[in-house]
């Protein structure tokens, strides 16, 4: 019996059509895939914390794994019932306030002089119509959901089931899935390999993890700061806050803007301040704490994770959103950064040339084994050195095996040899030999 064995072509083809067949699956599942997703980024954030208490304390991985999914959900059960109804009504109240305060806006720039001068006539009427169409559909959105609401809770309920199963699962064997992407490489290269993922693992991990932590800073930091000088809605515009800080450049000075928006036009303001000074103190305080973030906070939570320039982060968040929306634009920057990182890795292999492997040949070697040998290393490159006569070399038959050695295994042979029978031989066979000879 013959063992089946594939030439390059049809290695390659091979890997090639998987390739494609793995593409056109994913493609098509890939409205199934975002628990999964979701719990790959819940593993790069948890799992740091799950190995330090499991080896701090030696009980097992699984149980401290139960106890954060207690915690959490412990925490979102309190959050649901003490501050879900603040934001909800705080939410409706800027919904509702829409409308007024285009009114005033219009009224506003009426009576500026400039205005007034060039004769420009403001008409934000159509725009305030499409504001209180809009809030109107917010507001009922309640009752068009009320009628598959079985549907979507069972949907999402599958969804969170998935998500807390996976991630447990990836927790638990972080370390051998690493290890076991990394056994899928051949051994010469595994350590190599290793060294890219580890790589690409910790940029993932450091990236996400100080996201988190950095909305959750800007949320509170904010809240703090609008609820001391009143602003209304402040707990919507802290956690709006801190989310669009996601974004770079545009979305702090989005959330800016929108937090001098309803400044101007809130109801009352506090300490006898005018609407004007309300907003003035808003965008200093908003500037402030963005020289914070940038100066002190994103250099101590991110440092030199992610190289990216601002404007690829950009079109990487809209790439990200227009394709997986929330979980896309979250992805976005990270999966930018491996990006980069990989595309250095091949940049530097598809640059530099290999070192040569001299494979040195003795009298009683058998050269087909010493150079299977430097071929299993992963080395390409191989500089054969015979320093003395080795009678296997004065044969056809061992040419032929080597030649055929060298073609499947796509080597680059050098012969170097001070045998005048081997280096003819060996130049019979149409192999490279050295410009000198020993």
């Known amino acids: 019996m013959r063992e089946i064995r594939f030439s390059n072509r049809a290695k390659e083809t091979t890997i090639w059509v998987c390739a494609v067949l793995v593409a056109l699956v994913l493609y098509r599942t890939a409205h199934l895939l975002s628990p999964f997703v979701w719990a790959v980024v819940a593993t790069y954030i948890f799992h740091p914390l799950v190995t330090f208490m499991a080896r701090q304390t030696g ?79 917010l507001t009922g959105l309640a009752e068009r959901v009320a009628l598959p609401v079985i549907e979507i809770v069972v949907d999402k309920s599958i969804r969170l089931f998935i998500f807390l199963v996976t991630t447990f699962y990836l927790l638990v064997n972080a370390e051998k899935a690493m290890a076991f992407l990394i056994g899928l490489a051949p ?110 906070i994103i250099p101590t939570l991110i440092g030199r994770a992610v190289h990216l320039n601002p404007i690829l982060v950009i079109f990487a968040l809209l790439v990200g959103a227009s394709t997986g929306g929330i979980l896309g634009m979250l992805l976005a920057v990270p999966t930018a950064a491996v990006v980069r990182i990989i595309s250095q890795y091949l940049y530097v292999k598809i640059l530099s040339r290999e070192p040569p492997y001299v494979v040195s040949i003795s009298a009683t070697d058998n050269p087909i084994q010493r150079i299977e040998e430097a071929a299993y290393t992963g080395a390409k490159r191989l500089v054969v050195l015979n320093v003395d006569p080795n009678s296997a070399l004065h044969h056809h038959d061992t040419y032929q095996q080597l030649s055929r050695l060298i073609v499947s295994e796509d080597l680059d042979v050098t012969f170097i040899s001070s045998d005048t029978v081997a280096r003819g031989l060996a130049q019979t066979h149409g192999m490279r030999l050295a410009a000198n000879a020993l």
């Open 187 to 296: 051994r010469p290269y595994q350590h190599e390999i290793e060294t890219l993922l580890r790589r690409i693992n910790d940029t993932l991990g450091a990236y996400l993890r100080s996201q988190l932590i950095l909305i959750a800073i800007m949320s509170t930091a904010t809240w703090i700061f609008l609820s001391i000088i009143r602003v209304e809605s402040a707990l919507v515009l802290g956690i709006m806050t801190g989310f669009l800080e996601l974004i770079p450049i545009i979305g702090p000075y989005s959330a800016g803007s929108i937090a001098v928006t309803v400044a101007l036009f809130q109801d009352t303001t506090p300490f006898g301040w005018s609407h004007t000074t309300l907003a003035i103190v808003v965008a200093v305080g908003y500037f402030v704490l963005r020289q914070i973030e940038d100066n002190l």
């Open 59 to 137: 009980v097992p991985r699984a149980v401290w794994i139960i106890l954060i999914y207690i915690a959490l959900f412990s925490g979102i059960a309190w959050a649901v019932v003490n501050i879900g109804p603040v934001i909800s009504q705080q939410t409706m109240n800027l919904i509702n306030e829409g409308p007024a305060a285009l009114e005033q806006t219009q009224q506003y720039l009426a009576d500026q002089p400039l205005t007034r001068d060039l004769g420009i006539e403001l008409d934000l009427t159509q725009l305030q119509r499409e504001v209180e169409e809009r809030s109107a559909d």
